[in-house]
T-cell receptor, first 110, second 115 residues
Framework: KQEVTQIPAALSVPEGENLVLNCSFT??????LQWFRQDPGKGLTSLLL?????REQTSGRLNASLDKSSGRSTLYIAASQPGDSATYLC?????????FGQGTELSVKP | DTAVSQTPKYLVTQMGNDKSIKCEQN?????MYWYKQDSKKFLKIMFS???????INETVPNRFSPKSPDKAHLNLHINSLELGDSAVYFC??????????????FGPGTRLTVL
């Protein structure tokens, strides 16, 4: 059974810091891995999608890596801003299903 | 021009009632989903439909019955509501065909509170 774990559960940083969010999964037979952002009271927004054959994806200040063999992914956020405050969810796709971690709640203080 | 919409946004009801949540997508996608996010923010898939056909049915009580009248709509009907059904329910859609789903587009969620 595929399990997805995210560490830390919560993170508070001052504005301008670079930070890393971690995601680990137990079964490496995944179709892809995605990072989502969830704002309070809102739906999920897909940030980055990494196919199983890829090692990383970048979008603006965000960079996500994937190491299937070790069952790990990281989301790197450069020069964090208060607007980055949200919950970040990692999810793997397997058998047509998204399997989510429990998220990291990020707070960026001005 | 909302992509994935859900109604209602909030639903407060008494235990034992029957309620429905509606979802519509105007993206022309073939695959739609229902997810449940519990009080600990843990998101888990409940159902998936591909072109009006049920393809994923997780271990969900049979009080929950999805219905897809056409491929743009996937409604969720819940019978005999229980306190534990309180959660946020998200609808999503995907342009790809099961099982090779890539991007999923999520609705804003419906917060269900059972008293």
């Amino acid at each position: 059974k595929q399990e997805v774990t995210q560490i830390p559960a919560a993170l508070s940083v001052p504005e301008g810091e670079n930070l890393v969010l971690n995601c680990s999964f137990t079964d490496s037979a995944i179709y892809n891995l995605q990072w989502f952002r969830q704002d309070p009271g809102k739906g999920l927004t897909s940030l980055l999608l990494i196919q199983s054959s890829q090692r990383e994806q970048t979008s603006g200040r965000l960079n996500a890596s994937l190491d299937k063999s070790s069952g790990r992914s990281t989301l790197y956020i450069a020069a964090s801003q208060p607007g980055d405050s949200a919950t970040y969810l990692c999810a793997v796709t397997r058998g047509g299903k998204l399997i989510f971690g429990q998220g990291t709640e990020l707070s960026v203080k001005p | 021009d909302t992509a994935v919409s859900q109604t209602p946004k909030y639903l407060v009801t008494q235990m034992g009632n029957d309620k429905s949540i509606k979802c519509e997508q105007n993206l022309g996608h073939d695959t739609m989903y229902w997810y449940k996010q519990d009080s600990k923010k843990f998101l888990k898939i409940m159902f998936s439909y591909n072109n009006k056909e049920l393809i994923i049915n997780e271990t969900v009580p049979n009080r929950f019955s999805p219905k897809s009248p056409d491929k743009a709509h996937l409604n969720l009907h819940i019978n005999s509501l229980e306190l534990g059904d309180s959660a946020v329910y998200f609808c999503a859609s995907s342009p790809e065909t099961y099982p090779n789903t890539d991007t999923q587009y999520f609705g804003p969620g419906t917060r269900l509170t059972v008293l």
